[in-house]
């Protein structure tokens, strides 16, 4: 919505017609000979040697996975087996076109991806850099596993043999494989190499690619991200989020470093999504590379290359690299080829004849380019065998190690826990980015100045939201510290950058933040989400906005998968340092009013926070953005004009308060209260009403469900002996079930009456004017109360709740 | 000749009051009917009111910076 984007009728009435471009299909055409010339003969010696390694890789885990043996080796392998066998050109065509530094982000079935981006890695670094990566990694502990199993001839050969064994270990799910065995076949990765995470979510690492290639474009590395996708993720909303995320004009028309971001959409088209058929059956296309012309003008570039030819699929690839480096992304690239292999070991090719596979095993991308290298003179077919036996010989010595447990331990799985936060801090070192402006001049900034940082007047009336400060401006003040202290935090969502967040949270940062600082996204919750997992993995800092919490189900997988996931699967080798603020509405019905903090807080490795007071909500959020670990920030929309009633006043610099801990915020001796976001305020109104009765209550405001002390709540109900949770939640699941069924368990013997939960009804949110029926008001916690007063001595059966929970209610 | 004025609107149920950003015009001024002439900030947005009628700015009557009711007059504008 910037102003200076005229929509004018005059031009876009007018009569036209659109042109696309030129799509490519299959128009490589180098002779060999050039390629051996530019290329080098060694080097494309190692291309086929790459591709005979991923399949005796593969072939070895296959035959582990069907039979349990392999060579020699009996091993029982539980875990899954998405095998490439047949697609191992377009994974070591393309790892010959990146450079160490470009990032590869890969499926479920990249097994291929991750070697190749690794042989290739191994084959370009510096041998004191692979010697230092083999060092530093996991303390040595891989690297000493394979000296002592598997015999090295120099740095090289010892390079392979740790990818080789980290990866299968991983697979083993052994705690020296690369991801201490948290990740395994799906989601195995090793940064140093290029190869960034695998994701198990079919079309997950589109976003997660795109975010990578935003941070490269916010830091101006000269280096690319890769989408290693199959052409089932067509199929997957997500992936055309992301897509045009990356290919968003703004790049080109609002940004000051031009160009669209600098990634790589790879479709290893193997023509099967499992066991649909995409071309034909379940996509639209018949040419996966059309659907870069739905995108944009110059179709992203896209192409169709032969995926059975390494030298095809480098030379495209090597050609949309430059155009990436030229600000030219993104680019999307078609790249047909064959799985032999079923889907899984499970598969018994129901959906595909015999004669098809045949017909491809003529044009296997190994034979071809053995034949290749023969005809020319390069490598003699003796000399093929030879390779090819070295590398079996090999493979079976890796298996052999990689199943032992003495070379690669199994995971303790109490060490688990330790994994899911990191609870560290990383204090921004680098030079202060310099605002648009000085901050002084905004007029936000000089409004904000003006208001007292009291909430109330000196008789203790609430002050106007206009003239104290308010929940939103601490939210405000927080975010504003970070920006202009931290190079690494950047902000985007929907409508965040000239109408500030669309409930004015941001409003004035425009004025001090460039484009690659604050921007509008498209409304595409789930690329939201993951470009900033792909960003924070990638050093970035974003504090993303989701307009309203009812939107998480657009991110599902991106919050619950992918946010939620990362560190623990990555043994800690990845933070996501990414502050998720999200607003619980009202007033709008159903899809716009619901606090859905039990569903953030079921997932493990979610930190999740919910601040009530202008106080709490500026010193919360800024521990929240200088953590870590993911956090999700709930903000009731009813709050955000509340101004200070607790604290004396709302500190103008920054502060942290500790993300866990609950805040008591009035102080009684007969029932603790324990309230959830805005419940507070009802349970405010209530305390004065019941204090009129000779009742007193304690209020706890939780301020944050994950982690959560239950400290003072059970000092509290050691004290009151009475235990109340308010929520405006729908009850059934909800952070305040699990808040309830802990202290009950907690504080089972200093209990005088049943804990007792007041929520919503499990319906569905009502309009407006129906909202006091359903979300709790002080006059039903007074009730409950007084119920839980009288009941001090039993407790009766509650037959309403039986004949509701038995109607699903 | 009527005079017409220049008014804070209703802007949504829960906000009472707005603060004066700045005039974008000053006593005297001849205006058009829908031109900005003054910004306005309420707790979540800033906005600029447009001229109700056009005419000359005959009286300015509240300073930036004030914090004022929603329905106070700003300004008179002389048609």
Redesign the interface.
């Known amino acids: 919505m910037p102003k200076s984007i005229n929509v004018d009728p005059g031009r876009t009435r007018l009569p036209d017609h659109l042109e696309l471009p030129d799509i490519p299909v299959h128009r490589y055409d180098t002779p060999f000979a050039e390629e051996l010339e530019s290329h080098g003969r060694r080097s494309l010696v190692e291309l086929l040697r790459h591709m005979m390694i991923l399949r005796s890789f593969e072939s070895g885990l296959a035959a582990l996975k069907s039979t349990g043996k392999f060579g020699h080796l009996e091993y029982i392998y539980k875990g899954p087996a998405h095998l490439s066998i047949g697609q191992e050109a377009a994974a070591v065509g393309a790892a010959l076109a990146l450079t160490p530094n470009d990032h590869i982000f890969g499926s479920h079935r990249s097994h291929g991806e991750f070697l190749a981006k690794g042989l290739r890695a191994i084959a370009v670094m510096d041998e004191a850099d692979l010697t230092a990566i083999m060092e530093e990694h996991d303390d040595g502990k891989l690297r000493d596993a394979v000296t002592a199993r598997l015999d090295c001839r120099g740095v090289r050969d010892k390079a392979e043999r740790f990818l080789l064994l980290g990866f299968l270990a991983e697979i083993f799910m052994r705690s020296n494989g690369f991801n201490g065995g948290m990740g395994g076949s799906m989601h195995a990765f090793f940064l140093p190499f290029g190869a960034y995470p695998n994701n198990a979510i079919v079309g997950a690492s589109a976003g997660i690619a795109t975010g990578a290639a935003l941070q490269m474009k916010v830091e101006r590395r000269k280096t690319i991200a890769v989408a290693m996708l199959g052409d089932g993720a067509t199929g997957c909303g997500p992936v055309w989020e992301a897509m045009n995320f990356a290919a968003m004009a703004q790049f080109d028309q609002l940004w000051d470093e031009k160009g669209g971001l600098p990634v790589l959409f790879f479709f290893t088209n193997n023509f099967y999504a499992m066991g649909g058929q995409t071309s034909g059956e379940t996509m639209a296309w018949d040419r996966l590379s059309q659907i870069g012309a739905g995108l944009r003008r110059d179709a992203c570039h896209a192409e169709t290359v032969d995926g059975t030819n390494p030298l095809a699929v480098a030379d495209a690839v090597a050609r949309k690299r430059s155009l990436l480096m030229a600000q030219r992304g993104p680019a999307l690239l078609d790249v047909e080829c064959y799985r032999y292999s079923g889907h899984s070991t499970t598969d018994v090719n129901a959906y595909r004849t015999k004669e098809e596979i045949a017909l491809w095993r003529l044009v296997d991308p190994i034979q071809q380019m053995q034949a290749r290298l023969t005809r020319a003179g390069v490598l003699s077919t003796e000399q093929a065998t030879e390779m090819q036996a070295g590398i079996e010989k090999l493979m079976h010595g890796v298996f052999h190690a990689a199943a032992d447990p003495d070379v690669c331990p199994r995971v303790d799985p109490a060490s688990i826990g330790q994994k899911m936060f990191s609870d560290l801090k990383s204090p921004y070192t680098g030079t202060l980015p310099r605002p648009l402006r000085e901050p002084e001049s905004v007029?936000?900034l000089r409004?904000t100045a003006?208001k007292t940082r009291r909430g109330r007047t000196a008789s203790g009336e609430p002050l106007?939201?206009?003239?104290a400060m308010?929940l939103?401006d601490g939210l405000f003040e927080s975010v504003l510290h970070h920006v202009l202290n931290d190079r690494r935090v950047i902000l985007y969502g929907e409508e965040c950058r000239e109408?500030?967040g669309a409930?004015?949270v941001y409003?004035g940062l425009s004025d001090l933040l460039p484009h690659d600082r604050l921007f509008n996204a498209p409304i595409s919750e789930a690329a939201i989400v993951a470009t900033a997992v792909g960003a924070a993995i990638e050093g970035g800092r974003p504090i993303i906005e989701l307009m309203y919490a009812d939107f998480i189900g657009r991110a599902g997988d991106e919050i619950f998968n992918q946010l939620a996931k990362w560190q623990a699967m990555s043994n800690g080798h990845l933070s996501l340092p990414v502050v998720l603020r999200t607003s619980v509405g009202s007033k709008y019905g159903a899809q716009h009013s619901q606090d859905w903090t039990g569903l953030a807080m079921h997932i493990p490795g979610l930190k999740v926070i919910y601040p009530a007071t202008p106080y709490d909500a500026k010193g919360l959020l800024s521990a929240a953005i200088a953590c870590d670990d993911p956090v999700l920030v709930f903000e009731s929309q009813r709050l955000?004009?509340k101004t200070e009633l607790f604290a004396d006043s709302v500190p103008e610099g920054d502060y942290q308060l500790p993300i866990g801990v609950p805040d008591i915020k009035r102080a009684g001796e007969d029932v603790t209260v324990l309230t959830i976001g805005p419940s507070l305020y009802p349970a405010l109104d209530a305390a004065e009403t019941l204090s009129q009765q000779g009742i007193s209550i304690e209020i706890i405001d939780a301020r944050s469900l994950v982690p959560f002390a239950y400290d003072s709540v059970l000092e509290s109900v050691a004290k009151t002996g009475r235990f109340l949770v308010v929520t405006e939640a729908c009850e059934r699941g909800s952070a305040a079930m699990t808040l309830t069924s802990n202290v009950a368990h907690l504080a089972f013997t200093q209990l005088k009456s049943p804990p007792r939960l007041l929520g919503s009804p499990n319906w569905i949110v009502p309009g407006a004017d129906m909202e006091e029926a359903y979300f709790p008001q002080a006059a039903d916690i007074v009730r409950m109360v007084s119920e839980m007063m009288a009941n001090a001595g039993g407790h009766r059966r509650d037959s309403e709740r039986l004949r509701l929970a038995r109607c699903g209610l | 000749m009527a005079r017409v004025a220049v008014k804070i609107p209703d802007l949504g149920n829960?906000v009472?009051?707005?603060?004066i950003?700045?005039w974008l015009k000053s006593p005297g001024d001849m205006i058009s009917q829908g031109e900005e002439i003054v910004a306005i900030?309420?707790?979540?947005?800033?906005v600029e009111l447009e001229a109700p009628a056009s005419g000359r700015i005959v009286d300015i009557l509240v300073e930036p910076?004030e914090?004022v009711a929603v329905g106070t007059i700003l300004a008179i504008i002389e048609t």
Request: aromatic share 10%; no cysteine; hydrophobic share 20%.
């Open positions: 007029p936000r409004q003006k106007s939201p206009m003239r308010t939103r109408w500030g409930f004015g409003r955000y004009d | 829960e009472t009051e707005a603060q950003d700045s900030t309420t707790p979540k947005v800033t910076d914090i």
